[in-house]
Protein backbone atom coordinates (compact mmCIF):
# COMPACT_ATOMS: atom_id res chain seq x y z
CA UNK A 1 0.00 0.00 0.00
CA UNK A 2 1.58 3.38 -0.95
CA UNK A 3 1.31 5.94 1.33
CA UNK A 4 -0.52 9.28 -0.12
CA UNK A 5 1.95 12.24 0.50
CA UNK A 6 0.94 15.32 2.52
CA UNK A 7 0.01 17.66 -0.25
CA UNK A 8 -1.92 15.54 -1.83
CA UNK A 9 -4.21 15.04 1.31
CA UNK A 10 -3.48 18.88 2.15
CA UNK A 11 -4.44 19.65 -1.64
CA UNK A 12 -7.77 17.66 -1.67
CA UNK A 13 -8.92 19.34 1.60
CA UNK A 14 -8.36 22.44 0.57
CA UNK A 15 -10.41 21.62 -2.65
CA UNK A 16 -13.22 19.52 -1.41
CA UNK A 17 -15.47 22.96 -0.15
CA UNK A 18 -14.41 24.31 -3.61
CA UNK A 19 -16.22 21.37 -5.76
CA UNK A 20 -18.78 21.75 -2.70
CA UNK A 21 -19.68 24.80 -3.93
CA UNK A 22 -18.96 24.83 -7.49
CA UNK A 23 -21.82 21.87 -7.57
CA UNK A 24 -24.14 24.12 -4.92
CA UNK A 25 -23.67 27.13 -7.63
CA UNK A 26 -24.25 24.54 -10.07
CA UNK A 27 -27.68 23.51 -9.05
CA UNK A 28 -28.70 26.76 -8.38
CA UNK A 29 -27.47 27.86 -11.87
CA UNK A 30 -29.21 24.85 -13.20
CA UNK A 31 -32.41 25.57 -11.66
CA UNK A 32 -32.66 29.64 -12.52
CA UNK A 33 -32.17 28.17 -16.22
CA UNK A 34 -34.81 25.68 -16.03
CA UNK A 35 -37.33 28.59 -14.42
CA UNK A 36 -36.07 30.84 -17.46
CA UNK A 37 -37.00 28.22 -19.81
CA UNK A 38 -39.88 27.25 -18.58
CA UNK A 39 -41.77 30.25 -18.46
CA UNK A 40 -39.68 32.48 -21.16
CA UNK A 41 -42.53 31.33 -23.95
CA UNK A 42 -45.13 30.97 -22.14
CA UNK A 43 -44.82 34.45 -20.30
CA UNK A 44 -44.16 35.86 -23.23
CA UNK A 45 -46.87 34.98 -24.97
CA UNK A 46 -48.95 36.01 -22.34
CA UNK A 47 -47.52 40.16 -22.68
CA UNK A 48 -47.32 39.24 -26.46
CA UNK A 49 -51.56 39.44 -26.08
CA UNK A 50 -51.56 42.13 -23.55
CA UNK A 51 -49.29 44.18 -26.48
CA UNK A 52 -51.49 43.24 -28.88
CA UNK A 53 -54.50 45.51 -27.04
CA UNK A 54 -55.18 48.70 -29.47
CA UNK A 55 -54.05 50.99 -26.58
CA UNK A 56 -50.44 49.30 -26.05
CA UNK A 57 -49.90 48.26 -30.15
CA UNK A 58 -48.26 51.37 -30.72
CA UNK A 59 -45.69 50.93 -27.78
CA UNK A 60 -44.39 47.79 -28.89
CA UNK A 61 -43.99 49.00 -32.38
CA UNK A 62 -42.13 52.14 -30.96
CA UNK A 63 -39.76 49.76 -28.89
CA UNK A 64 -39.42 47.49 -31.89
CA UNK A 65 -37.87 50.73 -34.13
CA UNK A 66 -35.42 51.66 -30.97
CA UNK A 67 -31.88 51.92 -32.25
CA UNK A 68 -29.44 49.09 -30.99
CA UNK A 69 -28.15 50.89 -27.31
CA UNK A 70 -31.78 52.37 -26.31
CA UNK A 71 -32.52 48.51 -27.11
CA UNK A 72 -29.88 47.67 -25.05
CA UNK A 73 -31.19 50.38 -22.02
CA UNK A 74 -34.67 49.41 -22.21
CA UNK A 75 -33.46 45.85 -22.18
CA UNK A 76 -31.83 46.22 -19.05
CA UNK A 77 -34.65 48.14 -17.29
CA UNK A 78 -36.32 45.58 -16.03
CA UNK A 79 -33.89 44.03 -13.87
CA UNK A 80 -32.78 47.69 -12.28
CA UNK A 81 -36.61 48.39 -11.56
CA UNK A 82 -37.16 44.86 -9.71
CA UNK A 83 -33.82 45.27 -7.51
CA UNK A 84 -35.35 47.63 -5.22
CA UNK A 85 -38.79 44.68 -4.67
CA UNK A 86 -35.74 42.15 -4.15
CA UNK A 87 -34.05 43.84 -1.31
CA UNK A 88 -37.38 44.26 0.20
CA UNK A 89 -38.45 41.08 0.05
CA UNK A 90 -34.77 40.26 1.66
CA UNK A 91 -35.50 42.90 4.28
CA UNK A 92 -39.47 40.90 4.98
CA UNK A 93 -37.70 38.21 5.39
CA UNK A 94 -34.74 39.44 7.74
CA UNK A 95 -37.52 40.78 9.67
CA UNK A 96 -39.15 37.51 10.20
CA UNK A 97 -41.97 37.61 7.10
CA UNK A 98 -40.47 34.79 5.47
CA UNK A 99 -43.83 33.99 3.23
CA UNK A 100 -44.33 37.37 2.39
CA UNK A 101 -40.59 38.23 1.15
CA UNK A 102 -40.50 34.55 -0.62
CA UNK A 103 -44.14 35.37 -2.71
CA UNK A 104 -42.34 38.49 -2.97
CA UNK A 105 -39.52 37.44 -4.57
CA UNK A 106 -41.29 34.87 -6.42
CA UNK A 107 -43.38 37.67 -7.96
CA UNK A 108 -40.64 39.77 -8.75
CA UNK A 109 -39.28 36.70 -10.96
CA UNK A 110 -42.36 35.96 -12.69
CA UNK A 111 -43.23 39.45 -13.32
CA UNK A 112 -39.29 40.40 -14.66
CA UNK A 113 -39.00 37.01 -16.54
CA UNK A 114 -42.04 38.08 -18.48
CA UNK A 115 -40.84 41.46 -19.27
CA UNK A 116 -37.67 40.67 -20.52
CA UNK A 117 -38.59 37.94 -22.14
CA UNK A 118 -41.02 40.32 -23.98
CA UNK A 119 -38.55 43.13 -24.32
CA UNK A 120 -36.21 40.49 -25.92
CA UNK A 121 -38.65 39.35 -28.61
CA UNK A 122 -39.27 43.18 -29.36
CA UNK A 123 -35.71 44.26 -29.46
CA UNK A 124 -33.63 41.18 -30.30
CA UNK A 125 -33.14 42.40 -34.04
CA UNK A 126 -31.75 46.01 -32.83
CA UNK A 127 -29.46 44.14 -30.19
CA UNK A 128 -28.07 41.63 -32.65
CA UNK A 129 -26.79 44.42 -34.58
CA UNK A 130 -24.58 45.05 -32.01
CA UNK A 131 -21.52 42.53 -32.56
CA UNK A 132 -20.44 41.87 -28.68
CA UNK A 133 -24.01 41.51 -27.95
CA UNK A 134 -24.79 39.17 -30.83
CA UNK A 135 -21.65 36.85 -30.14
CA UNK A 136 -22.44 37.26 -26.39
CA UNK A 137 -25.79 35.18 -27.00
CA UNK A 138 -24.27 33.02 -29.28
CA UNK A 139 -21.92 31.93 -26.43
CA UNK A 140 -24.59 31.77 -23.92
CA UNK A 141 -27.44 29.87 -26.22
CA UNK A 142 -24.84 27.14 -26.54
CA UNK A 143 -23.45 27.17 -23.26
CA UNK A 144 -27.57 27.27 -22.13
CA UNK A 145 -28.41 24.17 -24.95
CA UNK A 146 -25.37 22.21 -23.66
CA UNK A 147 -26.52 22.31 -19.85
CA UNK A 148 -30.11 21.73 -20.61
CA UNK A 149 -29.07 18.69 -22.49
CA UNK A 150 -26.91 17.56 -19.58
CA UNK A 151 -30.03 18.48 -17.20
CA UNK A 152 -32.33 16.41 -18.90
CA UNK A 153 -30.20 13.36 -19.48
CA UNK A 154 -30.02 13.66 -16.02
CA UNK A 155 -31.92 10.46 -13.92
CA UNK A 156 -34.29 12.87 -11.66
CA UNK A 157 -35.32 15.08 -14.61
CA UNK A 158 -36.53 11.67 -16.20
CA UNK A 159 -38.09 10.29 -13.63
CA UNK A 160 -39.77 14.05 -12.66
CA UNK A 161 -41.21 13.59 -16.54
CA UNK A 162 -42.39 10.51 -15.74
CA UNK A 163 -44.43 11.43 -12.83
CA UNK A 164 -45.72 14.48 -14.56
CA UNK A 165 -46.85 12.56 -17.06
CA UNK A 166 -49.16 9.94 -14.41
CA UNK A 167 -49.82 12.68 -12.76
CA UNK A 168 -51.34 14.45 -16.12
CA UNK A 169 -53.04 10.88 -17.24
CA UNK A 170 -54.65 10.30 -13.89
CA UNK A 171 -56.02 13.89 -13.56
CA UNK A 172 -57.44 13.59 -17.11
CA UNK A 173 -59.11 10.33 -15.96
CA UNK A 174 -60.70 11.86 -12.86
CA UNK A 175 -61.52 14.68 -14.35
CA UNK A 176 -63.78 12.84 -17.45
CA UNK A 177 -64.77 10.45 -14.78
CA UNK A 178 -65.97 13.95 -12.77
CA UNK A 179 -67.87 14.82 -15.73
CA UNK A 180 -65.33 17.64 -16.44
CA UNK A 181 -64.70 16.46 -19.97
Known amino acids: MTRQSPRSAWQRALLMPLRALKATLGGLLALLILFEEWGWEPLQR ?8 PGLRWVETAIRRLP ?32 AGAV ?24 MRLKWFSALHGHWTRWKNALLERVRASRPW ?3 RV ?8 WRVFWQAAGGG
Open 158 to 160: RAA
Open 104 to 127: AIVVAKLVGTAVVARLFTLTRPAL
Open 46 to 53: VLARIGAW
Open 68 to 99: PYAALGLFALPTLMLLPVKLGALWLIGQGQVV
Open 163 to 170: LKHRVRRR
